[in-house]
């Protein structure tokens, strides 16, 4: 019976089913449409070619590991180009070598629970794949298991995952993001194969997770204010009117990227700036460093003298609670940072509250970007309400951290 409904399957090439009762021009998918497939596989598998609800599908039954197979060789060989839908029952513990390899139109890959294996050249060149839902029971990818998988867009790999073969996904051309578990034991030679596009995937994913909810949840005080869930403090309220205001202080200059009350606000314009910041000399002493900190001057591909010094400006949500501060870890508290800033502009600042004595001086002078610190003098009360807004930036889930 198999036999002669494989030979049916041979003949999609000149768009002929033969019946018994007679011939039926018809096109090679409405052949697919009309035909179930089934076949024995391994010693305890059964595979099934059909019309399922993705289109035509291959779904693997049964229990145990699918047989290795060198390319073109698996049972399905004479429609494997057809197949747009992948599936595996429960019992099913690996995917084969080549199983899937040359699926040009397959796009859906249904992989379930207890699948622990794919093996090497699995979905190779399975042009069409966009996308791979992983069961948590992978622990093993084999070499070029998804070579040529140009659509792949992103992969997030299972956090069982131990072994990711050699070249796994070499020609990922399209690939926007991966995220690699900390339980892999080994990662293969090549496995992008192209490294301007690994780092590139790398650094999209990078992004993506940056631009999550987990990573930016926008559920601090301030946000919740924003939304109408959250009422303001006097010193709160204060705070914010000085922070937003470059005529009271200089902190809107660079630590704002949107505007006031705008949703979504970073509290960082992502530029470089030298604000004069002191060495941090017990650190320096601990390390043994005595070289200049000369800061984005010294990345080698940077030659312009007027950025030594210069450091990104960092955002300032959850600022309240990641001390130390500054690039250098120099100051231990946040209203030492104020009044840091407020030196500049307040003749009577000039002692720095953390060690008693005089400012230090600045590590690079040359670069120190007035125009920017320039504002007017806080009263002590002012930078109490500064730092009282800054504590409103705090993401809900570090609230605790907070100083009562």
Not at 120 to 125: Q, S
Not at 274 to 281: D, E, F, R, V
Not at 297 to 311: C, E, F, R, S, T
Not at 357 to 371: F, H
Request: proline share 3%; hydrophobic share 35%.
């Amino acid at each position: 019976m198999i036999k002669r409904i494989w030979k049916v399957i041979v003949l999609f090439g000149s768009m002929l089913l033969i019946c018994g009762c007679g011939k039926e021009k018809l096109s090679e998918e409405d052949i697919l449409q009309k035909i179930n497939t089934t076949g024995e596989y391994g010693e305890n598998l059964e595979w099934q070619l059909y019309d399922g609800a993705f289109g035509i599908t291959l779904a693997i039954g049964g229990s145990g590991q699918m047989d290795d197979y060198s390319e073109g060789t698996v049972p399905w060989k004479s429609g494997k180009k057809y197949i747009l839908d992948f599936a595996t029952g429960e019992g099913v513990s690996s995917i084969g070598e080549n199983a899937l390899s040359g699926c040009e139109k397959l796009k859906w890959v249904r992989l379930s629970e207890g699948v622990v294996t794919i093996g090497n050249n699995a979905f190779d060149k399975c042009m069409d794949i966009w996308d791979i839902d992983f069961p948590r029971s992978i622990q093993s990818i084999g070499d070029e298991a998804f070579n040529d998988c140009y659509k792949l867009r992103q992969i997030e790999l299972p956090e069982n995952l131990i072994y990711l073969g050699s070249g796994a996904f070499d020609n990922c051309t399209a690939l926007e993001e991966i995220l690699i578990p900390s339980s892999v034991e080994y990662i293969g030679e090549d496995v992008f194969k192209d490294d301007e596009k690994a780092y590139d995937a790398m650094t999209s994913a990078i992004a993506s997770f940056e631009r999550s909810n987990e990573f930016s949840s926008f559920d601090s005080k301030y946000d919740r204010y924003l939304k109408g869930e959250y009422d303001l403090t006097p010193l709160e309220d204060l705070g914010k009117s000085i922070f937003f205001s470059n005529n009271n202080n200089s902190c809107a200059t660079c630590h704002v990227l949107k505007g006031e009350d705008k949703e979504g606000e970073t509290f960082t314009n992502y530029e470089y700036h030298n604000i004069g910041t002191p060495a941090n000399k017990t650190l320096r002493a601990k390390n043994g460093v005595k070289e200049i900190d000369k800061g984005l001057l010294a990345n080698p591909n940077v030659k312009d003298v007027a950025q030594n010094g210069k450091h990104k400006v960092p955002t300032l949500r959850n600022v309240a609670v990641t001390a130390p501060y500054m690039h250098n870890g120099v100051f231990k508290d946040l209203k030492t940072v104020i009044e840091f800033y407020d030196k500049y502009n307040n003749k009577d600042r000039n002692i720095n509250p953390e060690t008693k004595k005089p400012w230090d001086d600045a590590e690079v002078k040359e670069t120190i970007a007035l125009k920017e610190l320039k504002a007017n003098a806080l009263t002590d009360r002012k930078v109490e309400a500064l730092v009282a807004f800054m504590k409103l930036l705090t993401d809900k889930k570090y609230e605790h951290l907070l100083e009562k």
